[in-house]
């Protein structure tokens, strides 16, 4: 829609690219890490968060799959 609401584009070619990633337990709370809700956190706080996901994620198989999608759009612009 945002490409033919600004009227200078031909039509958009969309694909998506649908992919997932496992992280163990210790590579899934260090992409935590860099997340800054969770820098934001008092260091004790963050730990017992930490701490909490990990022996979470431990009991339930030692890890996590997250599914991403990447989205990529190609229009010419108009002449």
């Known amino acids: 829609e945002l490409f033919a609401d600004a009227g200078c584009f031909e039509p ?4 998506r690219y649908p992919w997932s990633h496992r992280y163990g337990t210790s ?8 997340h800054s809700t969770h820098g934001l956190l008092p260091p004790e ?12 994620l431990e009991r339930f198989g030692g890890g ?7 989205n990529l759009y190609v229009a010419r612009r108009n002449d």
């Open 64 to 70: 996590v799959e997250i599914f991403y999608e990447a």
């Open 45 to 56: 706080q963050r730990k017992r968060l930490h701490d909490a996901i990990g022996e979470a």
């Open 12 to 15: 958009v070619a969309v694909r």
């Open 27 to 34: 590579d899934y709370l260090g992409l935590l890490g860099t």
